[in-house]
């Protein structure tokens, strides 16, 4: 089972490069969720979606914008990197549901700006 | 807003129990969640707890929930190397989308 996947798994940027990450999940979660991860800081939300074709702000949204075209995947973006974005960053999944959810998470993007 | 808070670092020698605290703000929370992190890798969920329920066991792990003091607790029973981790408790709030609000995170060192 491949559960979350997401690519690259490392890159490196220069200040103003642009880049998408890539998440895709295969077990027909209807909830997708970017997080970046900072040392002190724990996970904060990035931006969400309940559904294909829907997108939400989270936490710290701001510089990055994303993208549910297809159930399966989503897409983060970075339209002009910036070194306070460097960072760790993870995608995760899950179903809709009102009782217990468990977020299944990627094994992260690490990610430098120079 | 939600604010999840945890310590930075815990030692522990081998064999020794280990207890990770977290206090957290939103009293709506539903489920509260430990997630494990090892080094290089995603988060797996380790337990959870519902928010009318005071205490869980799971085989090595306790948790503990003071609702009235918004207080959560993970006990690990006979700390072994492989428990060498980042451990992040999670509170999701009410509202759509299931969201989770994620503490700092707990870096535990297992000795020997």
């Known amino acids: 089972n491949a559960g979350v996947t997401q690519t690259p798994k490392f890159r490196v940027l220069k200040t103003g490069q642009s880049m998408t990450l890539l998440c895709a999940q295969d077990m027909n979660h209807e909830y997708m969720y970017w997080y970046r991860q900072d040392p002190g800081m724990g996970l904060r939300l990035i931006h969400y979606?309940?559904?294909?074709?829907?997108?939400a702000k989270g936490e710290v949204p701001d510089g990055y914008n994303v993208s549910r075209l297809k159930k399966q995947n989503f897409l983060l973006g970075l339209e002009s990197a910036a070194p306070s974005q460097t960072s760790v960053y993870f995608c995760?999944?899950?179903?809709?549901?009102?009782?217990?959810?468990?977020?299944?998470f990627g094994q992260g993007t690490r990610l430098t700006v120079v | 807003g939600e604010d999840v808070e945890q310590s930075l670092f815990l030692s522990v020698r081998e064999g020794d129990s280990s207890v990770i605290n977290c206090t957290y703000t939103d009293s709506s929370s539903t489920y509260l969640y430990w997630y494990k992190q090892e080094p290089g890798a995603g988060l797996q969920l380790l337990t959870y707890i519902f928010s009318n329920m005071d205490m869980k066991q799971d085989q090595r792990l306790t948790v503990l929930l003071n609702k009235k003091d918004k207080h959560l607790s993970l006990r690990i029973a006979d700390t072994q190397t492989g428990d060498s981790a980042i451990y992040f408790c999670?509170?999701?709030?009410?509202?759509?989308?299931?969201?989770?609000?994620f503490g700092t995170g707990t870096q535990l060192k297992v000795e020997l």
């Open positions: 995760a999944s899950s179903y809709r549901a009102s009782g217990l959810t468990e977020a299944f």
């Open positions: 979606s309940v559904g294909e074709g829907t997108t």
């Open positions: 999670a509170e999701r709030p009410a509202g759509g989308g299931n969201k989770l609000t």
